[in-house]
Every structure is written in C-alpha cells, then in structure tokens.
C-alpha cells in the first residue's frame, strides 16, 4: 500500500506529454487453477445488489469455515471494516479530522458508511440474537469492527461449519480505499462480513487473531474460494478479484459474477466510463480498467507489470493465478487508488504523465510484488508490516532499476535522474529521526515514522543483506521461503529460519551460527548505521629520536635511524550498529590496496606502510552495507575536487532559469 504523500506522488502532479497507443486483446481467463494451493479454510459465495440512487449494497452470504485447530471453537470472530467509517468515534478515525489530507467533519449524513449484519444462521440455529460487538484491541465501545457471533453448538477441531445470513453495506463518500465519489465511482474493500483467522501465535497458543480497524493496518485473513454475484445497472464497467465467469443482462440491469480460488479476500471496483485494455503475460490473462483520458498510459504499466511477472518468476517463484486485474481509476477516485488486493491492484496516474517521470510504473510494480507477499505468503500486515511492504519495496526497487537504468529508474526528466533504490534509501535515511522506532512492532504503535521504518528501511536492509551473503545466496533464500512458507501465514521467526539455513548452507559459518547479529538490532532495536572517514595523514620516515636501551647500555639517537615510511587512514564508527568494512586506498601513482575491518571499535587507524603517499581513501568502496546513513562521509580525498561540483552548480542555474522563466508571464 501506498496511501502516504511521498515524493513519488508529489512528482504524479508533473504532466507534460502522453503516448498514444491503444491495443485490444481477447481475454482468456481460466477460473480454476489445477488443484488447491492453499487449506482453502474459509469461503465465501455471495449475491449482492447494488442500489446506486441509496448508495446501499444488500447481499445474501454464505460462509464455509472449517477448523483447522486443535481447539473446540465456541465464537465466530467477523470483520466488519466499513464501521470503521460509520462516526468520527471509530478506533479508526478517532482522534483526527481528515485522512490522507481528506477533511471529514463536515461529512453529509448520506456521506457515512456503515454495515450491518441482517442475520446468520448455522444450519438451522438463528444466531442472530447473540451478535455483539466487541473492542479485544483496545475496549473502544463505540468501535464496531470486529463482530462476535456466539455458538449454540461449537465446532469440533476438524470439522467444517457452514454458515448462511444476509446483510447492508451504507457505501460511504469515498474515505480511504472503500466507497462511492461523484454518483458513478465505486471501489469496494473490506466491505464484507469476513472471519478472522483462527491461528497459533508467537507463544505457541491457539486464539482468535481478529483485530479492530487502526489507522496504519491493512489486512489479515485466511484462504479460501469466491464467487460473487454482482447486480448493478448495465451501463458500469465491473472490475474485480478472480475471472468474469459471466455478465448477464435483464431489463437495464446486468449481473456479473466473479470467481477466484485460493486468495484471502475479494475487492471490486465499478465506473461507467472504464475503459478496458487487455494482454496477457504467459498463461497470466491481464485485464486493466481505465479511464478514457489515462488510456495512453496503458502501454506503460501494462508493460511495468509483465516486467514484474517476469523478475519475480525468475528469482521468487511462480505466479498461480490465471488473471490480474489493474485498475487506474479517475481522478475524483483516486483514494481509491495506490492499493493491492488479490489478483486486484490499484494504482493512481494523470493525464499526460511525461515519460520520464516513472513514479506511475513503480507504484503499479509495488502494488503487484504484494501478490506474493500480501497475496500468497500472506502474512500479518497489521502485526508485522515489514514482512509484506518491505519485501515489496525491495523488489520495487530491484525490479524498476533491472528494467530501467538504476540511476534513473524513478526519474529521468529534464536532466534529473533519480533511481528507484536510492529514493527509498533517502527516505529512510533522510529521517530527522532514524531512531524514532524499531521496526517489527504492530502497525498501530506507530506515532510516526511507518513508512520509512516498514516500507524504506526494511527494504534497505534486504539491499544491504543481499549485498552482504551475495546475490546467488540471497535469491535462494527468497525461493526457499516463498517455495515453503506460500499459502501459510509465515512469521518473522519463519523467514529467519529459511535465511539462516540457506547461508549456512552456502556459506558454513562464514557469516556466524545464524544472522541474529544482523536482524535483531535492524527489527528490534533502534540503532542507526553510520561509518566515516576522519582524517588521512601521510606521515613519511620519521626520525627515531631519545635515548634507546640496547642490551644492558642505554644509547642517545638523535635522527641517525629512520623508521620506514608509512600513512595513516583513521576512521570511525558513528553510529550503534556494528558491520565489517573494507577500506579501499589510492595511492599518488594510481595504485591501490583494500584492507579490512571488523567494524566493531569507535575509531580505527589503518597505519599503511608505504613510501608513496596516500591520495584517496573509500569506506565500504561497494556500497555494501546501503544501511549507512551518510556516504558522503565514506570517503575522502586530499586533492579538492572541483567537477562535482560545478555539476551541481550548473544543474541548480538549469532549474532556476525554468522557473523563472515559467513566471515570467506575470511580470
């Protein structure tokens, strides 16, 4: 997800010229994928009906829930997200005036949203009766996220549970991701009665894991099977999670039903003027919704995305799935933009988006990397963030800079280039605080610093990991834990273990018994990476001077014995996080040496022997460790270079002359 104003958004603002290609491709989407993948624990088919004058969904439910626990469960746990946007007392928008800069105080009565449970019956027991909400995160009374559904006759470990209701979804003026703008955009998420998961936690014990809504939190939920019966007026263009089995049309009405196997959830969006451009990659049938005035964007996240299937085949996994949907919804629907859901991505664009600026493609990239880790690997967003928007800004950035030149993976516009990597470096790097929290922590604990922290600094520390074990190691870590975790909810501990495994194997015990050194500090503590250089001294023959014993007589040297030749590179090591480093030396005559450090002192002198002056000295020459909050300070040379800077200098007149001549009309 990326529903934060970062500089990425900022420069969507930028329009200049489009491209203009349209090309048309028969779909061929095959519903069923050859077997389950997953335990398909919790299904759902659903008939819903859409009232666009009331702005009111109406659906009869069905769940199929079996335990897979050891336990005897006497209680149902639903989500019930659409309340989160019910009043301004909600854990989700309680204490604030406006989300992602979208005010909501002055809201109409018909611009809150809410859902209700109508009834739910098991077999032939009502349990309608016996609904209550309930706070388990944090005893917010007037929060309505989370439903407890009381058992008449609990479920026995193993046994499947079906239960069958209907229910009203009020669709709110769009807030974040859910709701309806302008009579005729809709996107719908989290908009249904969804149970929790039912799972072991960290401590080993069995319990419901069904939070409220928090601000700062997605998703969590468990696999299972879709099919979804839509009923709008004929004239909307229906995108969504899983295959179109059918449209059929009655009297200006039209019914579509979507299917989808083995996902965790099921999203849809609805627009009369989508335009639908379809391709393919593979056996991958893609089918993007967009408006008539992005159209000429197509070609190029299409393109972005297939770029993305391709990298992730190759060093993750396979994509199971026969279908993608991508959505680039209108302006006036845009937060319901910048978001992933299964098989179902959104992403945000404008009219005319200059070529250069890349921003539109890397966030289509991001939004389809959650395939994989929100998708199919599943984990905790709300508990463990880091796990799925880390890992996707990782490949984000792997993926843009593969398929484009690093440096100018993001931008590349007007004599600016900005990579894609070194952009979510700055953002991690550039805190005020890059000590302001750890990392692995609930993503409602955060005051500030979740982007940064979850998406920037995770993504940076597996840079620096692959970096550090080497690329042929890293990559089999990913496919091995892809390979065994996928469809199965995996935790920090689980991908731990797959990354110690896999160096040992490689490496024996090169990099110590497991890489706790590594992550602990990274994801549990708050210490920051920072190694510079401090000085370099060419001190030459120094004379030995002073009185010296020699045997049982004592003997006065002034200057007749020289001690050979020698310089000093000092270093040092600012920050609390502790790599080793090499020290790459340049000589006067252009030679060179690389000396090694364990990184572990607060400063270090490399005493070189040498009879030929140091010109140039480089910490961590490769870049390596891209954790270092300053690489500036990596490296220093006694000859002032002035290339550098006059680079600078002229890029700073380029731009200054554009916007001045850009106000120049208003003098």
Known sequence: MLFFVTMRQILLSIAVWALSLHFGFSQNCNPVLGGPHSPRNASYEMDVLLDQQQKI???????????????????????????????????FLKDVDNIFGNPFLKRKEEEWGWIEMNEIFKGDEDLTSNLKYIQPDDGNEKDQTVLSVPLKNPILPGDTAIFDGNFTVKIPRLFVRV?????????????????????????????????????????????????????????????????????????????????????????????????????????????????PEHQSLAPRLIGAVKNAFEYLDKHVGPYPYN???????????????????????????????????????????????????????????????????????????????????????????????????????????GMSNPSLGKTARPGWEFTGGYKPLVYAKTGTMLQTLRNIVGVETFDAILKAYFKKWKFKHPKEADFRAVADSVVIAQHGNMYG?????????????????????????????????????????????????????????????????????????????????????????????????????????????????????????NSLTLEKEKSAMEKYAAKFVFWLQQILLSLSWLV
């Not at 959830?265 to 451009?277: G, K, M, N, R």
């Not at 364990?598 to 270090?604: N, P, Q, T």
Request: net charge negative; charged share 20%.
């Open 513 to 633: 018994e497991n890489l706790d050194w590594y992550f602990d500090p990274l994801l549990h503590g708050t210490e920051v990476c920072d190694y510079g250089i401090v000085a370099i001294e060419n001190i030459g023959s120094l004379p030995q001077v002073g009185i010296f014993d020699k045997g049982d007589s004592k003997q006065f040297f002034a200057k007749e014995e020289q001690e050979p030749p020698f310089s000093n590179v000092i270093v040092e090591r600012k920050g609390g996080l502790i790599f080793p480093m090499e020290l790459l030396v340049t000589f006067e005559d252009g030679s060179t040496k690389v000396l090694n450090w364990d990184g572990k002192s607060r400063e270090h002198v490399f005493k070189i022997p040498t009879s030929v002056p140091i010109r140039s000295a480089h910490l961590d020459p490769k870049q390596k460790i891209y954790l270092d909050l300053d690489l500036n300070n």
């Open 179 to 291: 709701g309806y703008e302008k009579n005729d955009f809709y996107m719908l998420t989290h908009w249904f009665p969804q149970v929790g998961v039912y799972e072991k936690d960290k401590s080993g014990n069995w319990g419901w894991n069904c939070h409220q809504f928090f601000r700062g939190t997605e998703f969590f939920s468990d696999f299972g099977t879709y099919k979804v019966s839509i009923t709008t007026t004929d004239n909307l263009v229906l995108g969504g999670s899983g295959c179109i089995l059918e449209e059929v049309s009655n009297g200006g009405k039209k019914t579509t039903t979507f299917y989808a196997e083995d996902v965790i959830d099921f999203a849809w969006t609805a627009y009369p003027d989508y335009e639908v451009v379809e391709d393919h990659w593979n056996h991958v049938s893609i089918r993007m919704l967009v408006p």
């Open 323 to 429: 279908t993608l949907t991508m959505v680039d919804p209108p302006f006036h629907g845009l937060r319901g933009g910048f978001m992933e859901y299964p098989t179902f991505i959104t992403g945000g664009s404008f009219y005319h988006m200059p070529e250069g600026i890349k921003s539109i493609e890397s966030l289509m990239v991001h939004e389809f990397c959650h395939q994989y880790f929100m998708g199919m690997l599943a984990s905790n967003e709300k508990e463990e963030a880091w796990l799925d928007e880390g890992f996707v800004t990782f490949f984000e950035d792997e993926i843009t800079n593969t398929y484009n030149t690093p440096k100018n993976s993001l931008i590349d516009f007007a004599g600016l280039h900005i990579g894609n990597a070194e952009m979510s470096r700055l953002e991690y790097t």
């Open 57 to 91: 969904l109406t659906a009869d439910q069905k769940i199929t829930w079996i335990n897979l626990s050891p336990d005897t469960i006497y209680e149902l746990r639903l989500y019930m997200y659409v309340n989160a946007f019910k009043n301004n007392q909600s854990t």
